[in-house]
């Protein structure tokens, strides 16, 4: 972050400190902050050297909010709010359920305030998107709030985009977008490897219609839909929908899905009954395309994955280790998984990088082919970079050094030219498919002795990763009792 940037997103951080005070957490503040900062730039694009047609209605724009003050700001503040989510296209997805969570007449001035002082305009869209994304990860960093959960480490997110390649005119997917860290890294790495060379159409369909995701929290939605607009991605209509992509086959497809859906067993699906409403915790869904009905989220999602994929699309999807192991419909999933597409490459991925602690995850790589009887998977490849890895949030965070090794190991140009390493073995089918329950929880390194208490991991860290194997066994005895309830 330039030291431009960064000044920026702690002046504004700054001010959260003092809306704490006023009841308002992080969360909530970086959603006002959405609001403002929106109708901000859409009065600068008004004004020279832009001189565009408003896209806020007149009475509800920036101008509106900043001739008040006292209760008539509160009140203008919340007409905004109400009238905007009313607005088709992109203005009903950014202020959809939007509402006033500053209490405090005086304080939601000098919110405006600070945000009248830039030119957003004059800013380019990586400043702006920098920015935003750090106050996303500021947020993020409150463990509190549980943003953490829609934010994937920039690091990973970036190794991942760096051996699947993403090129120009290839449609992308996440179906669980969360603040859409994805997005900007395929962008990105489109734009910094192809500019020069992309013609006014390629262009435009790098903005336009590249990228399409989907979030089940409307807040999340929000967050995505202005980080894709601070980065100069998307237009009038949003390429990020609200909604539950494990309901239905939407029949879109797509040549590259990348994406870290969401850990845990629980649903965030409320369900209405005679009594008020619900929430579903362990919700199935009845799917034609789906080898195996399960409650289990990763499980379904790898299996949505596996049908919105064009033939020859790829995908890298971040899952935990549940799924390598857990029985029943998750060993079918797998046998069909290796049969009918390539599963090339697993990452495990070291603990203490995500902000849920104790969570241990892995990124795996897989490639959709035609229909044929023989098996599409021939290897698969295992790096591993948990074993004797030790990281943290503050002290020692994962850096884009970290994944550098495998990024180079992965040849993506030719992954016939792979070679083992210490770090990095192939499996065969044939070993794959004759492992009990298809297990593939694979493990060569052994882990340093621990000589010494200190080196033990601290007790959070560890009672967190205890909760992890009990919730996981816990859902292992659920699927087995519904599968019994089902054959009864």
């Given at each position: 972050?330039?030291?431009?940037?960064?000044?920026?997103?702690?002046?504004?951080?700054?001010?959260?400190?003092?809306?704490?005070?006023?009841?308002?957490?992080?969360?909530?503040?970086?959603?006002?902050?959405?609001?403002?900062?929106?109708?901000?730039?859409?009065?600068?694009?008004?004004?020279?050297?832009?001189?565009?047609?408003?896209?806020?209605?007149?009475?509800?724009?920036?101008?509106?909010?900043?001739?008040?003050?006292?209760?008539?700001?509160?009140?203008?503040?919340?007409?905004?709010?109400?009238?905007?989510?009313?607005?088709?296209?992109?203005?009903?997805?950014?202020?959809?359920?939007?509402?006033?969570?500053?209490?405090?007449?005086?304080?939601?001035?000098?919110?405006?305030?600070?945000?009248?002082?830039?030119?957003?305009?004059?800013?380019?869209?990586?400043?702006?998107?920098?920015?935003?994304?750090?106050?996303?990860?500021?947020?993020?960093?409150?463990?509190?709030?549980g943003?953490?959960?829609?934010?994937?480490?920039?690091?990973?997110?970036?190794?991942?985009?760096?051996?699947?390649?993403?090129?120009?005119?290839?449609t992308?997917?996440?179906?669980?977008?969360?603040?859409?860290?994805?997005?900007?890294?395929?962008?990105?790495?489109?734009?910094?490897?192809?500019?020069?060379?992309?013609?006014?159409?390629?262009?435009?369909?790098?903005?336009?219609?590249?990228f399409?995701?989907?979030?089940i929290?409307?807040?999340?939605?929000?967050?995505?839909?202005?980080n894709?607009?601070?980065?100069?991605?998307?237009?009038?209509?949003?390429?990020i929908?609200?909604?539950d992509?494990?309901?239905?086959?939407?029949?879109d497809?797509y040549?590259?899905?990348?994406?870290?859906?969401?850990?845990?067993?629980?649903?965030?699906?409320?369900?209405?009954?005679?009594?008020g409403?619900?929430?579903?915790?362990?919700?199935?869904?009845?799917?034609?395309?789906?080898?195996?009905?399960?409650?289990?989220?990763?499980?379904?999602?790898l299996?949505?994955?596996?049908?919105?994929?064009?033939?020859?699309?790829?995908?890298?999807?971040?899952?935990?280790?549940?799924?390598?192991?857990?029985r029943?419909?998750?060993?079918?999933?797998?046998?069909?998984?290796?049969?009918?597409?390539?599963?090339?490459?697993?990452?495990?991925?070291p603990?203490?990088?995500?902000?849920?602690?104790?969570?241990?995850a892995?990124?795996?790589?897989?490639?959709?082919?035609?229909?044929?009887e023989?098996?599409?998977?021939?290897?698969l490849?295992?790096y591993?970079?948990?074993?004797?890895?030790?990281?943290?949030?503050?002290?020692?965070?994962?850096?884009?050094?970290?994944?550098?090794?495998?990024?180079?190991?992965?040849?993506?140009d030719?992954?016939?030219?792979?070679?083992e390493t210490?770090?990095?073995?192939?499996?065969?089918?044939?070993?794959?498919?004759e492992?009990?329950?298809?297990?593939?929880?694979?493990?060569w390194?052994?882990?340093?002795?621990?000589?010494?208490?200190a080196?033990?991991p601290?007790?959070?860290?560890?009672?967190?990763?205890?909760?992890?194997?009990?919730?996981?066994?816990?859902?292992?005895?659920?699927?087995?009792?519904?599968?019994?309830?089902?054959?009864d």
């Amino acid at each position: 972050m330039s030291n431009e940037s960064a000044t920026i997103v702690q002046k504004l951080w700054n001010f959260c400190n003092v809306l704490r005070d006023d009841g308002v957490s992080y969360g909530d503040y970086v959603e006002q902050l959405t609001y403002l900062l929106f109708l901000k730039l859409a009065d600068e694009q008004t004004k020279p050297p832009f001189n565009k047609p408003s896209t806020i209605p007149t009475g509800l724009d920036w101008e509106s909010l900043r001739n008040e003050s006292g209760d008539g700001l509160e009140k203008q503040y919340v007409k905004i709010l109400q009238e905007l989510s009313k607005v088709p296209g992109l203005l009903s997805v950014i202020f959809r359920k939007s509402q006033n969570r500053i209490q405090t007449p005086a304080n939601l001035q000098r919110l405006i305030h600070l945000i009248n002082d830039e030119n957003w305009s004059r800013m380019t869209a990586d400043i702006k998107g920098t920015i935003y994304e750090g106050l996303l990860q500021k947020n993020a960093e409150d463990t509190k709030s549980g943003a953490g959960q829609y934010f994937t480490p920039r690091p990973l997110i970036k190794a991942m985009v760096a051996v699947m390649r993403p090129e120009p005119m290839q449609t992308i997917c996440d179906p669980a977008c969360g603040t859409g860290g994805f997005f900007l890294a395929a962008h990105d790495y489109i734009s910094e490897n192809y500019s020069s060379r992309m013609d006014r159409e390629q262009k435009d369909f790098l903005r336009f219609n590249t990228f399409a995701g989907t979030d089940i929290v409307d807040n999340v939605v929000r967050l995505c839909v202005m980080n894709l607009y601070l980065h100069g991605i998307g237009g009038t209509e949003s390429p990020i929908t609200t909604d539950d992509s494990l309901m239905s086959d939407t029949s879109d497809r797509y040549n590259m899905v990348l994406t870290n859906p969401p850990f845990g067993n629980r649903s965030s699906i409320t369900i209405a009954t005679n009594g008020g409403k619900r929430s579903n915790t362990s919700l199935t869904y009845e799917r034609d395309d789906f080898w195996a009905t399960t409650s289990n989220k990763q499980f379904n999602f790898l299996q949505h994955i596996k049908t919105i994929l064009k033939t020859d699309g790829r995908a890298a999807v971040v899952l935990p280790d549940n799924v390598l192991f857990e029985r029943g419909a998750g060993e079918t999933i797998r046998q069909q998984l290796l049969k009918q597409f390539d599963v090339h490459t697993l990452l495990r991925l070291p603990t203490g990088i995500f902000y849920a602690q104790g969570v241990k995850a892995n990124v795996l790589f897989f490639d959709k082919r035609r229909a044929r009887e023989k098996p599409w998977t021939r290897k698969l490849w295992i790096y591993d970079l948990r074993t004797n890895k030790n990281f943290t949030l503050k002290t020692n965070p994962l850096t884009d050094t970290d994944l550098q090794d495998f990024i180079t190991v992965y040849k993506p140009d030719n992954r016939d030219d792979r070679t083992e390493t210490e770090h990095f073995r192939a499996f065969s089918y044939e070993e794959l498919i004759e492992r009990e329950h298809v297990n593939l929880d694979i493990f060569w390194l052994k882990e340093d002795s621990v000589e010494d208490a200190a080196d033990l991991p601290t007790p959070d860290v560890l009672v967190s990763e205890i909760t992890e194997n009990l919730e996981s066994a816990l859902a292992q005895f659920q699927n087995i009792q519904a599968e019994l309830e089902g054959n009864d």
